[in-house]
């Protein structure tokens, strides 16, 4: 069955750095584009990034560009992302899901905790 799997997450001061892994099994990895999502305390789910299948291509959502780094190792079944300049603001729970985008996503992890707090 199709598993997902997202470690990395912690606690980081504003301006510190993360990275986020995310393990995949059960399916071919190569063949679909992977994005991350997140949710704040007390709100919905947010698109945060998305990247194809080849890693030819990669988009972010306007509040992370330039400071989130989405990519991939098909090789290894592994979706990553680098997070750098955190704010408090970039605090939740980070999901990867597979699919480009957050609407057309099938499967989710359990997701990782990610806090930003001095």
């Known amino acids: 069955q199709v598993q997902l799997v997202e470690s990395g997450g912690g606690l980081a001061q504003p301006g510190g750095s993360l990275r986020l892994s995310c393990a995949a099994s059960g399916f071919t990895f190569s063949n679909y584009g992977m994005n991350w999502a997140r ?16 890693s030819s291509d990669s988009y972010y959502a306007t509040s992370v560009k330039g400071r ?9 079944n592994t979706l990553y992302l680098q997070m750098s300049s955190l704010k408090p603001e970039d605090t939740g729970l980070y999901y990867c ?3 480009f985008q957050l609407a057309t ?3 989710r992890g359990q997701g990782t905790q990610v806090t930003v707090s001095s």
């Open 105 to 107: 996503s099938d499967y």
């Open 39 to 54: 949710q704040a305390p007390g709100k919905g789910l947010e698109w945060v990034s998305g990247i194809y299948s080849d």
């Open 68 to 76: 989130f780094t989405i990519s991939r190792d098909n090789a290894k």
């Open 97 to 99: 899901a597979r699919g």
